[in-house]
């Protein structure tokens, strides 16, 4: 069974930046797609990013475009999620997950294994 254990997040002020980590109790990082996802109370879920290891292809939603980063380490078997120019919006709590599809228009599709969730706040 695929453990996403995620680490990070808590309180940033507007304009910062923080990163979230994602570590993945897999035999081989290269073979997951992989993404994170953001959800608000009273909201969906939403994609943030995703990245297929085929290529290192990535995509990002129209709201963190430019802003966010994403990337991994096959030998530390963990994905980061890279938050710059933080606004109040991105509040959120965010997850990780492995994908079976990556969409160039969508991101991560065909969702299996997640992460817990870790509060991310950005406030004064």
């Known amino acids: 069974q695929v453990q996403l254990v995620v680490s990070g997040g808590g309180l940033v002020q507007p304009g910062g930046s923080t990163t979230l980590s994602c570590a993945a109790s897999v035999s081989t990082l290269d073979a997951y797609i992989l993404g994170w996802f953001r959800q608000t109370p009273g909201k969906e879920r939403e994609g943030v990013s995703c990245i297929n290891p085929i290529g290192g292809r990535t995509w990002f939603a129209d709201s963190v475009k430019g802003r966010f980063t994403i990337s991994k380490d096959n030998a530390k078997k963990t994905v980061y999620l890279r938050m710059n120019s933080l606004k109040p919006e991105d509040t959120a709590v965010y997850y990780c997950?492995?994908?079976?599809?990556?969409?160039?228009?969508?991101?991560?599709?065909?969702?299996?294994?997640w992460g817990q969730g870790t509060q991310v706040t950005v406030s004064s």
């Open positions: 997950a492995t994908s079976d599809y990556f969409s160039p228009s969508g991101g991560c599709r065909m969702t299996r294994h």
